[in-house]
């Protein structure tokens, strides 16, 4: 079992900066391949960014690349996400998952293979 709770988001104006942390509890969490989603009301769920669960592999979503980075700390159990030149559109809850049917260097992008999943936070980005 794996409790994952995000923090750092807030409220930025376009063009400034965020970085979502997401803890995870458990002593298996260096196994576990993780996503950050994201959701606006009325719409689905989407990947923002994943991470294999040794950290080689990553994956942007076209609409954050250049923009946001993600990343892991093994030894903390925390996986960030550093958002840069935010703009309104990335208005959103923002969630990380984790799941544990994970091969070494694969990242796992829709939402249903994921097994674990933290509360949101709130990301707002003001023009």
């Known amino acids: 079992q794996v409790q994952l709770v995000e923090s750092g988001g807030g409220l930025v104006q376009a063009g400034g900066s965020l970085r979502l942390s997401c803890a995870a509890s458990?002593?298996?969490?260096?196994?576990?391949?993780m996503g950050w989603f994201r959701q606006t009301p009325g719409k689905e769920r989407e990947i923002v960014a994943a991470?294999?669960?040794?950290?080689?592999?990553?994956y942007n979503a076209d609409s954050v690349k250049g923009r946001f980075t993600i990343s892991r700390d093994n030894a903390k159990n925390t996986v960030y996400l550093q958002m840069n030149s935010l703009k309104p559109e990335d208005t959103a809850v923002y969630y990380c998952?984790?799941?544990?049917?994970?091969?070494?260097?694969?990242?796992?992008?829709?939402?249903?293979?994921?097994?674990?999943w933290g509360q949101g936070t709130q990301v707002t980005v003001s023009s």
């Open positions: 998952a984790a799941t544990s049917s994970a091969s070494y260097s694969s990242t796992y992008l829709k939402p249903r293979e994921y097994d674990y």
């Open positions: 991470i294999s669960w040794s950290g080689g592999r990553t």
């Open positions: 458990g002593r298996t969490f260096s196994t576990y391949a």
